[in-house]
């Protein structure tokens, strides 16, 4: 999601028109048509995304509207703000005398609502994921994939009483060190398109229950989920103003970057986007953490087991349309495993590319026609620069969705020096880069510019641990495709993957929402004044 893109996005014109609900087939309808008169928030049958400004749902008073589509059907859902400056203001004052309450609750009554706001979300998955079916364009499994690795941050969250514990040492008779971790204020959290549920839920239990509030934009593109996560807030006793939800592109950015009562910013989108962000951000003096591009390899070794690795490198390839920071985008087939890119092209061939809705669908659309264009463009360049193409989606028929962004799995041959290796597809395309050693494969990895992650097939202890040692990614996986690690661990993607320091979840995640206060005190025991009183005859000296 770079800046570059978020001001393309197209602002609603009168003479603008797009299908009713009546263009989405007989399996969306209904869903739509149940999320618009369930949810306060939000809408899926063509009215307005609310702002959501202390405690309440708040309709936009800009001019400004940016059309959500349904991906497979070009379908009108909703409309939402380019929230206004004022807008934006009443957000962050909300929060910030918010804080004033919320940061002096004990840490019992923080806890309390992740323990209410898990139960919610659980309670409430399938329009969660139906959500993100009608706007992202994911299958239902996968979108409720996308819920569920959400929700395990949220259960981690409420093991907060053990993990936000101080420290204390007598460091000489009768001094004490003392660390306390604090809350910094008002937080804001921006996020991306493709996981409009799991990335929310990666910020909002961890802000909230270390004391802080928080200012939530999500993608302007697919918000339905983040507003349905508003309204369980609510539900789970959040008190109003904790949790804010502004809307926008880089107007809205730029406020969250300069405003000084916004204290820290986490990020996760594209890469121009995130320097942006970062480096607008820490000027003005915020704690920023910024999860940017990648371009994740998996080694494929000839001792591995093949049915285990060809079908999981298809599946962490072409799973949510390739639309994922941790899809596998490259295959680094190793001496003679490079046999089996046959076979791996027929496997892939054999996905079924359907809208989310529909029985055994394996993948959706991209997110828009932009999204599509551009990944069709750089599978072109692969044979404009030498390279081949296996297997080529970029005409798949869909039946049922005649206007939908889609594109079919898709298997590239070729270097490291061409397009479609060197820039982040993120589309259900696969580059297949063939190698002699794991010694030319790990360079071939090490000399990329991202490192998010990379992971090996192979049935060798050795050189699994030749791999896990010299490979230089934040995460590694040993026969796992996607070693995205879960919330008890942090996130820890490296290089040109990450900006900030401090990683999200995990016990970073609440180092990144806390800061610490350090109290040296000195009571001598000896001057204590309750001393046992004396019975003895007073004498005078």
């Not at 039946?399 to 589309?427: Q, S």
Request: glycine share 10%.
């Amino acid at each position: 999601m770079s800046i570059s893109r978020l001001a393309r996005i197209p602002l609603r014109s009168p003479s603008r028109s797009y299908a009713t609900t009546a263009g989405l087939n007989a399996l969306a309808r209904p869903k739509a048509e149940n999320l618009s008169a369930t949810w306060k928030g939000t809408s899926a049958t063509g009215g307005n995304t609310k702002n959501f400004i202390g405690g309440a749902f708040v309709d936009s008073k800009t001019t400004q509207w940016h059309d959500v589509l349904d991906p497979s059907t070009q379908t009108l859902l909703t409309r939402v703000p380019e929230t206004t400056i004022e807008e934006f203001d009443q957000a962050v004052d909300a929060a910030s005398q918010a804080f004033k309450s919320w940061s002096k609750q004990s840490v019992l009554a923080r806890q309390r609502f992740a323990i209410e706001l898990q139960y919610q979300i659980r309670q409430n998955a399938d329009a969660l994921a139906h959500s993100i079916v009608l706007e992202q364009g994911k299958t239902l499994a996968d979108a409720h994939g996308d819920v569920l690795r959400g929700l395990q941050v949220v259960e981690t969250a409420i093991g907060i009483t053990s993990n936000i514990v101080g420290e204390k040492l007598e460091v000489s008779k009768d001094m004490d060190t003392e660390v306390r971790k604090l809350p910094l204020g008002v937080c804001a959290s921006i996020a991306p398109f493709n996981f409009p549920a799991m990335i929310p839920l990666w910020t909002i239990p961890l802000a909230t229950v270390t004391g802080n509030t928080l200012i939530l934009k999500p993608s302007e593109r697919d918000p339905g989920a983040a507003m349905i996560i508003a309204e369980l807030c609510a539900r789970a006793g959040l008190p109003e103003g904790v949790v804010n939800v502004v809307h926008g592109t880089v107007p809205v950015v730029n406020r969250i970057c300069d405003h000084e009562a916004i204290k820290a910013v986490s990020f996760v989108g594209g890469d121009r986007a995130g320097r942006h962000i970062y480096e607008r951000a820490t000027t003005n003096g915020k704690r920023v953490q910024a999860n940017l591009g990648a371009k994740n390899h998996a080694i494929i070794m000839p001792d591995a087991n093949k049915n285990l690795a060809l079908n999981s490198i298809i599946g962490a390839a072409f799973g949510a349309a390739g639309q994922r920071c941790m899809a596998v985008s490259v295959a680094v087939l190793v001496g003679a495993a490079q046999s089996w890119l046959p076979e791996l092209v027929e496997r892939a061939s054999k996905l079924n590319v359907n809208g989310g809705f529909e029985k055994g669908a394996d993948l959706g659309p991209l997110i828009s026609p932009v999204s599509q264009a551009r990944v069709t463009g750089l599978i072109a360049s692969c044979a404009d620069e030498g390279g081949r193409i296996h297997l080529d989606g970029r005409n798949v028929q869909v039946p049922g969705y005649p206007a939908g962004n889609f594109v079919g799995p898709t298997v590239l041959e070729g270097t490291v020096g061409m397009r479609c290796y060197r820039e982040e597809i993120f589309g259900p395309v696969l580059t297949v880069i063939t190698s002699d050693t794991l010694d030319d494969a790990l360079d071939i990895i090490n000399e990329n510019k991202y490192g998010n992650g990379a992971v090996i097939f192979t049935q060798s202890g050795a050189t699994a641990r030749k791999f896990e040692s010299g490979v230089n990614v934040g995460q590694v996986g040993i026969n796992v495709p996607i070693p995205v690690p879960l919330p008890m661990f942090a996130w820890s993607g490296n290089k040109g993957s990450v900006l900030g320091d401090i990683g999200f979840y995990g016990k970073s995640g609440i180092n990144f929402y806390t800061q610490n206060k350090t109290i040296t005190s000195l009571w001598r025991q000896e001057d204590a004044i309750g001393n046992k009183a004396s019975v003895d005859m007073p004498t005078h000296h």
